[in-house]
């Protein structure tokens, strides 16, 4: 079965730092970008960081340009998202998913799979 499970989010102080994880199972890892998007309370889901499985770029979005870092160990099938400096807008339900187009892209329609989400709270 095809699956992805994200996990690794909980409640942290501002400032303080955060380790996503990203499994995933039943692909070739190396065929998909993994893009890593977060959804908060009342607002659209958006794409946070990426990983391309083409060229091995990276992508981040403003808001966490500097702070979040995104890695992977081909070996555990996994991503990771190293967050810092946290800061209590980056509270959100955060997601990773998996395109098989294999280059970035901040598209939710293109992504073919999804993980269940992980929550992280993040308090003033």
């Known amino acids: 079965e095809v699956q992805l499970q994200a996990s690794g989010g909980g409640l942290v102080q501002a400032g303080g730092s955060l380790r996503l994880s990203c499994a995933g199972s039943?692909?070739?890892?190396?065929?998909?970008?993994i893009t890593w998007f977060r959804q908060a309370p009342g607002k659209e889901r958006e794409a946070v960081s990426c990983l391309s499985s083409y060229d091995g770029d990276t992508s981040y979005a403003d808001a966490v340009k500097g702070r979040f870092t995104i890695s992977s160990d081909a070996a555990k099938n996994t991503v990771y998202l190293q967050m810092n400096t946290l800061k209590p807008e980056d509270t959100a339900v955060y997601y990773c998913a998996a395109d098989p187009w294999g280059s970035c892209s901040d598209s939710i329609a293109t992504q073919a799979y999804w993980g269940q989400g992980t929550q992280v709270t993040v308090s003033s």
């Open positions: 039943g692909f070739i890892f190396g065929d998909y970008a």
